[in-house]
């Protein structure tokens, strides 16, 4: 594929109040340390980019993994020339021409319309190079780094620094180390020591001028020394760098169809599924990797990613990982297990380091699948031995482990005394079949007891009104029921988006349901209501409700993570025919290549491997159970080349807007009846043919046919 054709503005039209996918414009390398951005105002919080905003304020070094997150360690660069009437960005800012500008995975290039100067901005793992082009005499660059920094001139042409600056982490002196080395020598420089941090750097009468970045979180001089084995590159060395590992990625799915724009489409999810998590970890001056360890407040042996929340990634990402990236899968879970050792508990969210945000531990869904997939066997009885511990031990620091832990073990339910305690016990749930899949790899004795307590699921379930409703210590449902209230007892939905997360066990809800003609006559309602809600539970419009509003798809908000999985649903009671069309519309009317083009916020790859996931007919409803679910596919040919080395050819035809069904589906040539695939099938590589067709065709299905469940 063409990294040219790739314009990292995707879905980066946004605002608080409603999301197009709520990304930034990332250049980097794949799971880079520090990414770069264009930053086109100050005025705004999070929202520090807006594709149609003409402003340039500089190059940002940004590790914002989500504006909900925050940023963190980030300062900006501003090349200009001339005198600044105040040392401030508003008085330096230039206008600039978003059309013109060049927004790529691998580059950034910029003409400030004010100064007429053009520059390049190329990343690197840990730092990168800006190349600034000038017209006018007076040649500078201001560097703002916030309230909290530290900056000296080195040399004539070496500048040092760091910068202290987060939305949350466990070291208040956490620092973000940087090193300036420039080519053409430093005339002066002029630390204000104001509010924005800005220092002002003036290097005469120059046409051009080439930066060197090295950037570090473990000291100046790990900085130097991530600088010092890039200091021979040209930007040209940069830039076949950058762009020579973004290929290596993106050409592991290769796409064929008659529709370019779909195509567009499909390697802009692809490129957004390689930036999370990040790298956490450098090198040492002999090689080793080392890492800081902000709760131990010092530098410490091996591998650590940061800039993940799993109650979103666990549910495709980790998965497409599975296929397509297994060893840096296998490393990042090493991570994963470096910030178990180092804080106590397995990890929920981290930006950079522990942020304790939504319901559960669903990294527990990332070793699971990883244990049935045979990634980094030996990592889990140590990973199993976390497992247990959140599920057993309450954390006297409730951003770690779950909540309502002893109030689940005795209950089997987490009482309507903690917010969002529904999808709390759900969640718990999932999570104790993901130890009981863990404990299964591991000959662990207590496999049945995790089974068993992942059936606690029907303690919450409500046949009289067919939803899963909050109770309290006695046993009692919440009263005043109303199914479309969102909040209180449930997770950035109401009952119709948190009531079906029972992904290891959908034989056993809609057995609690009363059978299949019930439960499809629920998934009916879902999806042909209009999309409906109460905001009692905020007390405001938050704006997952208004995603959901914005589009007619009824209860099935897409926008959002906890929809995912819907349209599968029907494959349980072997009706897939029913979500084909629905499958179509989703990815056909709600993602394209644009500014505009996610249905709700994008959550680090998630809802882009959500795209990536479902355009080639599969899906992983159950991560830790080994399968994907059949979808239906939308492009005329696409091949995947295995982590193991064997390849995947996936065609579909006739392949028509009028064609919104599966006729039939051959695994290498012979007719594949089940409606899923095994991890272990797809490994041998070889052929998928969907065969599709203008109308359904309806089967029945043989028990062993139907997708896992853990009543089966």
Not at 316 to 332: D, H, N
Not at 407 to 430: A, F, R
Request: charged share 20%.
């Amino acid at each position: 594929m063409n990294l040219a054709h790739i314009d990292t503005r995707h879905g980066t039209e946004n605002q608080h109040s409603f999301s197009n996918g709520n990304c930034l414009p990332y250049t980097g390398v794949p799971f880079g340390m520090n990414y770069f951005a264009p930053q086109t105002t100050s005025d705004k919080g999070s929202w520090w980019f807006h594709p149609k905003d003409r402003t340039f304020q500089g190059y940002r070094i940004t590790h914002q993994p989500s504006p909900w997150m925050g940023d963190y360690s980030h300062l900006l660069l501003l090349p200009f020339s001339g005198h600044l009437s105040e040392p401030a960005l508003f008085q330096a800012q230039s206008s600039y021409r978003p059309e013109e500008s060049t927004f790529s995975p691998s580059h950034l290039k910029i003409t400030e319309l004010r100064y007429q100067i053009t520059s390049t901005m190329v990343p690197s793992m840990y730092g990168g190079i800006l190349e600034i082009d000038y017209r006018d005499s007076e040649a500078a660059l201001l560097l703002s780094l916030g309230e909290n920094y530290q900056v000296s001139q080195v040399d004539e042409s070496t500048i040092r620094g760091y910068v202290i600056n987060f939305s949350g982490c466990e070291d208040p002196d956490f620092k973000f180390y940087f090193t300036l080395k420039f080519a053409a020598p430093i005339h002066s420089l002029t630390d204000t020591k104001n509010k924005e941090g800005i220092v002002l750097i003036h290097f005469g009468d120059i046409a051009k001028q080439t930066v060197q970045i090295g950037t570090s979180f473990i000291s100046p001089e790990q900085a130097d020394l991530n600088l010092k084995r890039e200091e021979n590159q040209t930007l040209a060395d940069y830039l076949e760098n950058s762009q020579q590992k973004w290929a290596s990625y993106l050409n592991k799915i290769e796409v064929e169809h008659h529709d370019e724009s779909q195509v567009a489409t499909f390697y802009h999810n692809l490129y957004r599924t390689f930036l999370f998590p990040q790298t956490f970890y450098e090198l040492d001056g002999v090689g080793q990797k080392i890492h800081y360890d902000t709760i131990a407040k010092t530098v410490r042996p091996g591998v650590l990613y940061t800039n993940n929340g799993f109650w979103d990634t666990y549910k495709t990402v980790y998965p497409l990982y599975s296929l397509i990236a297994k060893e840096e899968y296998g490393e990042m879970l090493e991570g994963f297990l470096t910030s178990y050792k180092e804080t106590g508990f397995l990890p929920k969210w981290l930006s950079p380091d522990e942020r304790g945000l939504m319901p559960g531990t669903l990294i527990d869904a990332v070793i699971a699948d990883a244990a049935v997939k045979n990634i980094r066997p030996d990592l889990m009885p140590e990973f199993l031995e976390a497992m247990k511990k959140a599920a057993t031990i309450q954390s006297e620091n409730p951003n770690y482990g779950r909540q309502g832990t002893y109030d689940y073990l005795k209950y089997g339910y987490v009482p309507l005394d903690y917010h969002e305690s529904v999808n709390h016990t759900l969640d718990y749930c999932y999570s104790d079949f993901c130890i009981s899949q863990v404990a299964a790899k591991t000959a662990d004795s207590e496999k049945e007891f995790y089974q068993k307590q992942a059936t606690n699921y029907k303690n919450l379930f409500d046949p009289t009104v067919g939803f899963m409703r909050a109770k309290d210590k006695e046993g009692k449902f919440r009263e005043e029921f109303l199914d479309i209230r969102w909040g209180k007892d449930y997770a950035e939905g109401s009952a119709w988006q948190s009531s079906f997360a029972v992904y290891h066990d959908f034989k056993g809800l809609i057995q609690s349901f009363g059978g299949d003609a019930v439960f499809e006559e629920k998934l009916i309602d879902l999806c042909n209501q209009a999309p409906r809600y109460n905001v009692d539970g905020y007390g405001f419009e938050i704006h997952e409700m208004s995603e959901m509003a914005a589009t007619e798809f009824g209860q099935l908000a897409i926008s959002n993570q906890p929809s995912f999985h819907y349209p599968f649903l029907f494959s349980y009671i072997g009706k897939p025919e029913m979500a084909q069309p629905l499958l179509k519309q989703l990815m056909t009317q709600e993602f394209n290549a644009s500014t505009t083009g996610y249905p709700g916020d994008e959550d680090n790859g998630s809802t882009a491997a959500w795209y990536v996931f479902n355009s080639m007919g599969f899906y992983p409803v159950c991560p830790g159970s080994g399968e994907y679910v059949l979808g239906m596919p939308l492009f005329d040919k696409v091949t995947l080349h295995l982590s193991n080395g064997a390849d995947l050819t996936l065609s579909a035809g006739p392949n028509y807007p009028q064609q919104q069904f599966i006729n039939q589906v051959k695994r290498n040539n012979q007719i594949h009846e089940a409606l899923f695939f095994t991890h272990e099938d797809l490994q041998r590589g070889g052929t998928i043919d969907y065969h599709l067709g203008t109308v359904p065709r309806p089967r029945k299905y043989q028990a062993e046919q139907f997708p896992f469940s853990l009543s089966n």
